[in-house]
């Protein structure tokens, strides 16, 4: 049997960036789309891409939240409002 081109990054889920997080997310598809896995790997690689597909989704929820946070201020100036948690502000 085959073993996929690409490896999980040793990156929590949790710190992907978004760009990161559907890369990886494609090449697990592709890896499973492709076959000749054994089942467990097929499986545990099944399971990491929809964690995968869960932070590229709130990563996205959370973009479309700061573009509906534009507000126009008095002049016509344009701020965004961060809506992020206390703590995401943290870690950064």
Same mark, same amino acid.
């Given at each position: 049997?085959r073993?996929?081109?690409?490896?999980?990054?040793?990156?929590? %889920?949790? !710190?992907l960036?978004?760009?990161?997080?559907?890369?990886?997310l494609? !090449?697990a598809?592709a890896?499973?789309?492709?076959?000749?896995?054994?089942?467990e $790997?097929? %499986?545990?690689?099944?399971? !990491?891409g929809?964690?995968?597909?869960? $932070?590229?989704a709130s990563l996205?929820?959370?973009?479309?939240?700061?573009?509906?946070?534009?507000?126009t $201020?008095a002049?016509?100036a %344009?701020?965004? %409002?961060?809506v !992020?948690?206390?703590?995401?502000?943290?870690?950064?």
């Open positions: 049997m073993t996929p081109v690409t490896q999980p990054t040793d990156t929590p %889920i949790d !710190r960036s978004f760009d990161d997080a559907l890369g990886e494609q !090449r598809v890896d499973l789309e492709t076959g000749g896995l054994p089942l $790997r097929s %499986i545990a690689l099944y399971e !990491r929809v964690a995968l597909h869960e $932070r590229c996205l929820s959370e973009a479309e939240l700061k573009v509906q946070q534009l507000v $201020r002049g016509g %344009i701020a965004a %409002i961060d !992020r948690p206390d703590e995401a502000v943290d870690a950064e």
